[in-house]
């Protein structure tokens, strides 16, 4: 791309987000969507779009604000859950095996709203660390819509939920994750092999995919003992 074409395309951008912000279409305070789906808008590369996001702040127009991450970590290591468990697990050189529980439709009515759908399919797992020990519980929660619903008679694809997903056509983009820690009911408990009332760390993760829509809310029950959740903040001057 030649830089004459680089610059109007990146002018066009500016000048059409301006409008947006001037008219009030953009309120002080909103975010803006998210480079995919303005990129895409546009119809122009996410360079060029994060040319005219850097422009747009320069004339005070936008404002970054610092990000909060946060990462689990498993006896030190960290893990990208972006591409699922079973990959950043695999990723990190942990050794762990995974225990395929069961595949089953259900229905949350509660996740209607969010999801399009009352129908899920329910997916849990457990692994296991090298020494036996049973360390997560995930039940995985997956909109029982595009073919999905076919899930509990074929199964996963080479063993993967995020696999199967990407074979239907959803590719996690963004989402969100809350992390805290509650006692082990008696179904939890009988599943990890632990006592009744065992504190575990609990993250609730959901991920929406690269066109917006809900694909997946996953409940982890992790080990304490191995996993941890790190916090970064800010960023160095």
Do not use: C
């Not at 296991?128 to 595009?146: M, N, T």
């Not at 009744?196 to 993250?203: A, I, M």
């Amino acid at each position: 791309m030649s830089e004459q074409v680089r610059f109007d395309k990146k002018s066009r951008v500016v000048q059409a987000l301006v409008e947006r912000i001037e008219r009030g279409e953009l309120g002080s305070g909103e975010r803006l969507p998210g480079e995919h789906e303005l990129a895409a808008e546009f119809d122009v590369s996410r360079g060029t779009l994060r040319e005219a996001l850097s422009e747009l702040k320069r004339r005070n127009y936008i404002a970054t604000q610092t990000g909060v991450g946060s990462i689990v970590t498993y006896d030190g290591v960290p893990l990208d859950q972006s591409a699922g468990w079973a990959r950043a697990l695999a990723a990190g050189a942990v050794q762990m095996s995974t225990e395929l529980l069961g595949i089953s439709r259900v229905q949350r009515e509660e996740l209607a709203l969010m999801a399009g759908t009352e129908q899920f399919v329910l997916v849990e797992r457990r692994r296991r660390a090298a020494d036996g020990s049973v360390v997560s519980l995930e039940r995985s929660l997956i909109p029982a819509v595009d073919g999905l619903e076919q899930l509990p008679l074929s199964g996963l694809k080479d063993g993967s939920l995020t696999a199967s997903m990407a074979a239907h056509g959803y590719e996690g983009q963004y989402g969100k994750q809350w992390i805290g820690a509650e006692p082990l009911d008696s179904g939890a408990a009988e599943l990890l092999q632990r006592p009744q009332g065992t504190v575990f760390l609990k993250v609730v993760r959901e991920t929406f995919d690269t066109r917006g829509r809900f694909m997946e809310q996953v409940e982890s029950l992790l080990d304490p003992a191995h996993f941890q959740l790190h916090l970064n903040f800010g960023s160095p001057q």
